[in-house]
T-cell receptor, first 110, second 113 residues
Framework: EDQVTQSPEALRLQEGESSSLNCSYT??????LFWYRQDPGKGPEFLFT???AGEEKEKERLKATLTKKESFLHITAPKPEDSATYLC???????????FGAGTILRVKS | DTGVSQDPRHKITKRGQNVTFRCDPI?????LYWYRQTLGQGPEFLTY????????KSRLLSDRFSAERPKGSFSTLEIQRTEQGDSAMYLC???????????FGPGTRLTVT
């Protein structure tokens, strides 16, 4: 069964304190790993797509990396506005759905 | 803004009533998806359309749930005889036929009392 596990469940950082979020996955053939940001009461906002091990993508203070079994979302010198839930999802080889993890709730304090 | 839109944003209904939600995808997107999200969980896939054809349905989608996408444009999700367990955020997403990124709408928050 396709499964995504995210850790930690919650993370509190001071402004400027860099850290990483983890996404471990088990999937029957990977056709893409996706990172989304979700603010309270809103729909997920697309951040990155990664397709193959070794691939990296960057956007502002965020950098996503992918290995054969997991992905990391690195946050460099975070600001309070980076506070949100970060969701990881995989697209299995068959079908068109995304399988999501439960997310990591990030709080950045000034 | 030409993103995915959903209506209504909030719906409160009594148990046993029927409800219908609408989703308008990004105009050039052929694929449309419905997901359900409960508190503290990631979105769970419900169903998927390519143009007007419903090509995939989750085992989670009971007989009380029905979705349509007439003419391959907007979509509706109807829940009949609502139950308290149906309380959740219902999310719609769309994507290009050849692309894989799914872009989500703001969601419809359903509360069944």
């Amino acid at each position: 069964e396709d499964q995504v596990t995210q850790s930690p469940e919650a993370l509190r950082l001071q402004e400027g304190e860099s850290s990483s979020l983890n996404c471990s996955y088990t999937v029957s053939g990977l056709r893409g790993l996706f990172w989304y940001r979700q603010d309270p009461g809103k729909g997920p906002e697309f951040l990155f797509t990664l397709y193959s091990a070794g691939e990296e993508k960057e956007k502002e203070r965020l950098k996503a990396t992918l290995t054969k079994k997991e992905s990391f979302l690195h946050i460099t010198a975070p600001k309070p506005e980076d506070s949100a839930t970060y969701l990881c999802a995989v697209r299995p080889e068959y079908g068109n759905k995304l399988v999501f993890g439960a997310g990591t709730i990030l709080r950045v304090k000034s | 803004d030409t993103g995915v839109s959903q209506d209504p944003r909030h719906k409160i209904t009594k148990r046993g009533q029927n409800v219908t939600f609408r989703c308008d995808p990004i105009s050039e997107h052929n694929r449309l998806y419905w997901y359900r999200q409960t508190l503290g969980q990631g979105p769970e896939f419900l169903t998927y359309f390519q143009n007007e054809a419903q090509l995939e349905k989750s085992r989670l989608l009971s007989d009380r749930f029905s979705a349509e996408r007439p003419k391959g444009s907007f979509s509706t999700l109807e829940i009949q005889r609502t139950e308290q367990g149906d309380s959740a955020m219902y999310l719609c997403a769309s994507s290009l036929s050849l692309g894989t990124e799914q872009y989500f709408g703001p969601g419809t928050r359903l509360t069944v009392t």
